[in-house]
Every structure is written in C-alpha cells, then in structure tokens.
C-alpha cells in the first residue's frame, strides 16, 4: 500500500473537492482525504493501480495534478491566472459601465448604447468566462458532478445570449444586458483571486514549518589525510550518520545531535518558546531550529524526510484533510446544491415571468439567483478554520494529529494524568538502598544485569548509576507488564526486580520503589526519588480553575501517588493499577465525563486510545506517541493549556463560518429572487462571502491563549 500526496490545482468549491474524493474512491482509493483550502490530496493505492491513470482520469474531471514539490508554484499560478484573467476582462467592464457614470457625454453615452458595440465590448469577457468556466462546468456535467462554475457560466451565458438575441431581432435597450454578462465574468474572477489570498493567509503556518525544511548545511568530510574539509550541500541530502557544522546565526539543517560546542538554539518555529534554549553535548537540536550563539558539530539522526519538523508538516498536512462531523452535513448539502439552485434559478424565472409580465427582469432575477448561490462558502468554512487552527498549534508546540478531535475538545471535561514521566520529570535517582541478603556488591550485580533489559524510567535509572557492574547471565529474562523484570538462571532460580507485587507475601513494607526477590527471599530494596514537572502544579491549578476535573491514575504505589497528588493539587487518585485496569478506569471515566488522557509510557498507549482525546508528550514512548491524538512538542505540560484552548477556539471558528454559510445562502437566494439584487452585485458578493470565511478563520492568529511557557 503506497501513500500518494497531490496539489490538485483548479478546486473552486466544494462540489469540486467532493467530485475528486469520489473519482479516486471509485477507482480504488483509500483514506482519501481531499483540502479545498489547501489543494492536498492524499490517498493510499494498492500495488496493481496506476497513479498515472488516476492522474489523467482527474485531468479529464478538469483540474490539473502536480505533484507536492511543485505546491508552491502551482499555488501562485492558481493565483495569478485569476488575476491575470479578470485583468483582460477589466477594460470590457469598465468600457460596459460608462454609460451608467453622471456626467458621461450624451453623445459618448449613444455610441457605447448601441447594441453591437455592446456585443463587441462584451464579447472577449465572455469567450474568457466560457473558456475559464465553461470547460470545468461541461466536464463537471458530463461526469455526473455539476459544480459551482455551471452556475457561473449559466447565468453569464442567459444573460449574453438574452442580449444577442435582442440583438439580432432588433428588440430594443429593454434586451440588453451585456454588461451584466461581463460583470458576472469579470467579478467572479476578481473574487477567486482575493479567495486565492485569504486562503494563502490561513496557510501561511504551515508554509513556514515547510520552507524551514529546506536550507543549506555545512557538511564534514575527510580527506585522505584526515583533514577536515567542510562543503555546502542542501539540507535534502544529507542522511543518518553524516557530520554537520553549525554556527550562529545559521538554522539547522536537519534533526542532529551535537558531538562537540554548545551553543543557545532558537526553536520557536516548533515550540512557541521565545527564549533560546542552551544545549551541548549529547543534545539533540531539532531541524529548522536555529542558532543564536556559539558553534557545535553535530551528527545527523535522521535524514530530511524524516525529521520531527517533516513529520509535524505531513501530519498537519493530512489533518487537514480530514473532516469533522460537523462538516458532514455541509457536504451532503453541497452535493446536490448545484442541481437545486438551478431547479430554484427555473422556478425563479417562470414565477417572475408571471408575476412581472416581463422577460428581462424575471431572467435577470434568475440569473441573480444563480450567481448568488455559494457552495464554496460552505466547503471552505471547515478546511479554513482547520488550516489556521492547526497551523498555529503546530507553531505553539501542539502537533493534532486528526481534525476531527478539534471539536471532541469542546466537550473536555476532565483530564486524566499518568504519573510517571507525565507529572514528573521521569527522571530518577536512587535515593537509597538496601541489601537483606548477600553481599551488597552482589545485590547491585543482581539488580543491574535484570534491569538493563527494561526500558522503564526507573529501570534505566538505576542501570545509570550501577554500571560497570559484571553481568549475572540468565537462561531467560522477560518484563512482565505492571510487575517488573523476571530473569530465570540456569539453575532454576527465579528472580525478580519489580513493584511491591512481587514482595507482598514476604514483608508488610510498601514503602519502596523496587523489591528484589530470589525464589520466595526478599533480597533488598531500593528508592528512587522522582521529582514533579516544574510547570506540573502551575497547569493542573488553570485546569481547576477552568472547572476541569483532574485525575492521578498511575501503576505506582498509592504512598507514592498520593504524596505527588497532594504537592499538585489533585483531588481524586487511581494508584496501583495495571495497564489492563488503567483501561478499565479511563473507559469508566470517559462514560462519566468526556476525558483527555495525558501519559507517556508504553503501559498507557491503551488507556490514550481509548480517551476521548489521548495526549502525549513529545519524548513518551512511540508507541504512545502513535497512539495519542495530540503530541505536545517538549517543554512538558506546558502545552496543555494552549491545545485544550486552541482546540475549543477552533470548533467554536468552524461553527461560525458554518452558520454564516447557511445564512448567507439562505438570505441572499430569496433576496436575489424578489429582485433584491442584481446579477452584477451577486456576483461580487458570491466572491467576497469566501473571504468573509478566511478573514473570520484567520482571526484565531489573533485570539489570546495560555502561554505555553506558564499556564497561568
């Protein structure tokens, strides 16, 4: 199964996305997700399909494919030939309006009312409109999927040929509408053309995540006497493994670990943290970050297409994409909205007829009708707000994997934390310990050769400190979920290093942090000290404050997890349970109140599936990572907040551009109808309801969230 990602230029609504979403589901598509905002198209194809044909298929719908790295320039030739084509249309709308301008000589005003002089101004704005429009509308019809350029051309087309037809029957003024016929033409253009901004404007996060991908390294290479020799290269080559220079001032060209120098790196591109963060050897830098003092060499962990700021790109990418579903309705109604409109546009005409006795005001009332009409507003209100809303999370170090969780925010109403590594820092030392049986040099053996195979934060913890230790060699050794490390000799001997669970049946003491036992002896114990998150108390207190209700639910002893709850400030605590149980409580708590579940080990992959919204931290466990809904990228909880804000801001955005689609097209249809506007009008405003959308979307730039620095 191969993923394929497009920029599909020529989408004007959202008929348009919906035609190509079916066309490739049709041909075998899967998970396809179609961006009216963005133009992306992604989908999975199996092995035996050709993307070729598919491509030419939806060449023959009448859009034109091009593949992710031309994006860019397709976006901005999307944009230029609509200002290119409403420019050449200009002169003809201009020269068409004069005689309605004051003061226009009564001579200068005869010429340009005659009707073939009409029909000659006209005549280029038209054959543009029947070129630009036509051909989409006619293969949009051929193939079953009427879209908004029918209308467009309909209405110009009943206009102009109402107007020759009076031409060429010498019918009088009372037949002449050419100007309507341009003005529709030109007007939609100049609409398409301040869509095209508004809508760049809500992309414009993401295009600055993207463009940080690409820049100029400085790779390290040797000659054949070990000289260095340091050499340009685009950050696109370079893979896992190579050496990099990096000074200041300079962005970092991909995700990299510095083997010499320090340096303060500038990571506000992905974090939202203004202040530069000091880093040295063995830290990691992320690409697209940069430099603001001192110089490191760094090798590279992973090659550009690789990287956390190419990962938060696709995924923002594909998020976008998806559709909330509260977009569901607005796309069953766009899929028949042409077809209607046009039923209503006939109706309109015949009742006006009758009403009116006349031709022309019932035609014009009809073609008003059908210019009015927006589906557009409709499809861009959801992928508008997303793409904004998303972006600017990406920015502030919140990475939303599914649009559709944006609107599960606004039904939060209790966030449910793991202990370890979530509200603490996960990192341990051992604060003391004691050995009951043997000798003390065997304990730290006996401990370190069975914790080295775990991956637990205390398990590594310990192994830090007790290295160089000699290896006690075991027949088998496996870590059994929610109580500890199991090594089998090959003697027979069982030992274990885990939770109180393994001790309980030889001592009442519950007050360690790791039991070690040899058959049914207790061997000794150890403590681990693990302090809470700097920002931990700071965001649960803004929770509270929100009226959010806060959960512990931890796999860690209750002594333990109630010590930290009462340094947090967190009433109700869920200790000593095992990662089926954690399963169990987040289900029981989910069905009480809608819940986030905050955790970052692998024990809690389950219980962030299973959450309303799973959250993860940045440097959790993969497979936590992959299982949560939203990754807060590093600075810990601090995050929080601004997700949970943003989330809210979003779908309330969504639910507004969504109403104001309704409405518009509820109001301006009838308006149209009863003469309220005229063509020429409608179709300015059938423009501009699009930008009303991007300008309420882009709005949540603006809005105030909590810091991701301090919650409060």
Request: glycine share 8%; with cysteine; hydrophobic share 45%.
């Amino acid at each position: 199964m191969e993923t394929i990602n497009w920029k599909v230029e020529g989408m004007s609504c959202a008929t348009c996305a919906l035609t190509i979403g079916k066309y490739l589901e049709k041909k075998g598509g899967r998970n396809v997700k179609v961006s009216l905002a963005s133009g992306d198209v992604s989908f999975d194809l199996n092995g035996d399909q050709d993307s070729g044909q598919l491509r030419e298929g939806i060449h023959e719908l009448g859009y034109n494919v091009m593949t992710e790295r031309d994006g860019k320039a397709v976006s901005r030739r999307r944009m230029n030939r609509h200002l290119r084509y409403f420019l050449f249309c200009l002169p003809s709308g201009i020269l068409l309006g004069l005689p309605m301008v004051p003061g226009i000589p009564r001579a200068a005003m005869h010429v340009f009312m005659q009707p073939w002089v009409q029909f000659a101004i006209a005549l280029p704005a038209y054959l543009t409109g029947l070129a630009f429009f036509g051909r989409s509308a006619w293969k949009g019809l051929r193939n079953g999927m009427p879209n908004m350029n029918l209308l467009i051309i309909t209405g110009a087309t009943a206009a102009f040929g109402y107007s020759l037809a009076g031409t060429l029957l010498r019918l009088g003024p009372d037949y002449q509408f050419y100007e309507t016929a341009a003005w529709i033409i030109m007007l939609v253009l100049l609409g398409y053309y301040v869509e095209d901004a508004s809508v760049e404007a809500t992309q414009r996060s993401l295009k600055r995540l993207a463009i940080s991908q690409k820049t100029m390294a400085n790779m390290i290479a040797f000659d054949d006497r070990h000289q260095e020799i340091i050499f340009p290269v685009e950050s696109g080559q370079l893979r896992s493994g190579d050496l990099v220079l990096i000074r200041a001032g300079e962005q970092v060209p991909a995700d990299c670990r510095i083997l010499w120098g320090a340096a303060g790196v500038d990571q506000s591109i992905l974090t939202g943290e203004s202040l530069p963060l000091d880093k040295g050897a063995k830290d990691g830098l992320i690409g697209g970050s940069w430099l603001v003092s001192g110089t490191v060499k760094a090798q590279v962990t992973a090659a550009a297409d690789q990287s956390v700021l190419a990962g938060i790109v696709r995924l923002v990418q594909q998020a976008q994409g998806e559709k909330p579903p509260l977009q569901q309705l607005a796309d069953r109604i766009s899929a028949v909205f042409v077809p209607v409109v046009l039923g209503l546009a006939a109706v309109c005409l015949i009742a006006n007829y009758l009403y009116l006795h006349a031709a022309g005001p019932a035609l014009m009332r009809s073609v008003a009708v059908m210019v009015i009409a927006c589906p557009c507003a409709m499809g861009l209100a959801t992928p508008a707000a997303i793409a904004v809303g998303l972006g600017r999370a990406a920015r502030n170090g919140v990475l939303i994997r599914n649009a559709r969780h944006l609107e599960a925010f606004r039904h939060i109403r209790q966030v449910i934390f793991d202990k370890t590594g979530t509200l603490t820092t996960g990192e341990f030392s051992v604060r003391d310990w004691q050995a009951l049986s043997g000798s003390p040099e065997e304990f730290r053996q006996i401990v370190y050769s069975l914790e080295k195979y775990s991956n637990h934060p205390i398990a590594r913890s310990i192994t830090r400190e007790w290295k160089d230790r000699p290896n006690t060699r075991w027949a088998n050794v496996e870590e059994i979920r929610g109580l500890g490390m199991r090594g089998t000799t090959a003697e027979g001997d069982i030992y274990w290093a885990g939770s109180y669970k393994v001790a309980e049946r030889l001592t009442a003491d519950a007050s360690h942090s790791v039991y070690v036992v040899c058959n049914d002896r207790l061997l000794g114990w150890i403590d681990v000290r693990d302090a809470p998150r700097p920002e931990a108390a700071t965001v649960i207190r803004w929770l509270r404050e929100k009226g959010m209700h806060v959960v512990l639910l931890s796999g860690d002893r209750k002594e333990i997890c109630d010590a930290v709850a009462k340094e947090l400030g967190i009433p109700e605590v869920l200790a000593e349970r095992t990662p089926e149980q954690k399963l169990e409580e987040v289900a029981r708590l989910n069905a009480r109140l809608p819940a986030a579940m905050v955790g970052d080990g692998i024990n809690d992959a389950p219980a962030l599936a299973k959450a309303t919204i799973g959250i993860s931290l940045s440097d959790a466990s993969r497979l936590a990572m992959q299982t949560a809904d939203v990754v807060l990228i590093e600075r810990g909880l601090s995050r929080l907040p601004a997700a949970l804000e943003l989330g809210r801001y979003t779908f309330s955005t969504i639910r507004g551009n969504l109403f104001w689609a309704f409405c518009y097209n509820v109001i301006a249809i009838p308006v149209a109808a009863l003469g309220g506007l005229n063509p020429a009008v409608a179709a300015l405003a059938m423009g501009l309801s699009d930008v009303v959308l991007a300008a309420n979307s882009l709005r949540l730039y603006s809005k105030k969230i909590a810091s991701p620095c301090h919650a409060h």
